[in-house]
């Protein structure tokens, strides 16, 4: 099960930091993504890593100012998004599967059940 949090209401520039916490994780696991849909719009891939920590890709729209990160030890993905703008605005999904081309393809088996972020101009 995964549970994401971490969202809310900032400036534009300003920063946010979302967590997807993996509640009885099991080993089938590897690959940890984040998805955002925007109102109106389909859910769009932001960024992918694997537990390991390596494996990192990112959207181009967020490239050089989103991080994504993993705690192993608490079973934690982290999504650090700087330097937000408004058309960031979107309830920001988490998803996990075993292999990485679901994950990357929107169709992982794990989804977590969104957290907004509104970004004010």
């Known amino acids: 099960q995964l549970q994401a949090s971490g969202g809310g209401l900032v400036q534009a520039g300003e920063s946010l930091r979302l967590s997807c916490a993996a509640s009885?994780?099991?080993?089938?696991?590897?690959?940890v993504g984040w998805f955002r849909q925007q109102s109106g719009k389909e859910r769009e891939f932001v960024a992918a890593?694997?537990?390991?920590?390596?494996?990192?890709v990112y959207a181009d729209s967020v490239k050089g100012r989103f991080t994504i990160s993993t705690n192993n030890a608490e079973d934690t993905v982290y999504l650090q998004m700087d330097s937000l703008k408004p058309e960031d605005t979107a309830v920001y999904y988490c998803?996990?599967?075993?292999?990485?081309?679901?994950?990357?393809?929107?169709?992982?088996?794990?989804w977590g059940q969104g957290t907004k972020v509104t970004v004010s101009s």
């Open positions: 998803a996990a599967d075993g292999l990485r081309r679901p994950v990357m393809a929107g169709k992982a088996y794990y």
């Open positions: 890593i694997n537990w390991s920590g390596g494996g990192i």
């Open positions: 009885g994780r099991t080993f089938s696991v590897e690959v």
